[in-house]
């Protein structure tokens, strides 16, 4: 497992705020068409059938298909990168890090400027606790990759 120092978490801040921004985009864009086939189903049902141009729903369902696609390989892209997504929604983003002899996770959420909190593996976000002297004085020669 990667671990990160503070400030090269914090570095990543902007590329991963891009790629969030892009992932929940097209989260949006699937639900949005999901949606469309959805009252288009409700519609044929309430007027006991109808017409319906299916090639407009199979490419309706296709774009559900592909910005669910470009939805996975972003989340990839940031889980390629050692950084964890808890919560795409919420854009709730982990970094292992190596406090003493544990690994510990800095805890960011899209909108927050800084990562200013972290949490033990087994607590999570509810467990979140500000980020103290211990993290900011150590250095990427003291928390290297394993």
Not at 3 to 30: G, I, M, N, Y
Not at 42 to 54: E, F, N, P, Q, S
Not at 110 to 134: A, L, Y
Request: charged fraction near 35%.
């Amino acid at each position: 497992m990667k671990t990160f120092t503070l400030d090269e978490a914090q570095s990543l801040l902007p590329v991963l705020e891009a790629l969030l921004k892009r992932a929940l985009d097209a989260k949006r864009s699937a639900e949005n068409a999901e949606s469309d086939i959805s009252d288009l189903t409700k519609r044929i049902y309430l007027a006991g059938g109808m017409r319906v141009d299916v090639s407009k729903v199979a490419k309706m369902r296709a774009e559900v298909e592909t910005q669910m696609q470009r939805v996975r390989e972003t989340v990839a892209e940031i889980d390629e990168i050692g950084v964890q997504v808890k919560d795409l929604d919420t854009g709730l983003l982990d970094f292992p890090y190596r406090l003493d002899d544990e690994v510990v996770l800095l805890c960011w959420r899209m909108g927050e400027t800084s990562i200013e909190h972290w949490h033990t593996m087994e607590s999570g976000f509810k467990g979140r606790q500000p980020v103290d002297e211990r993290f900011r004085r150590r250095s990427s020669s003291t928390n290297r990759p394993n």
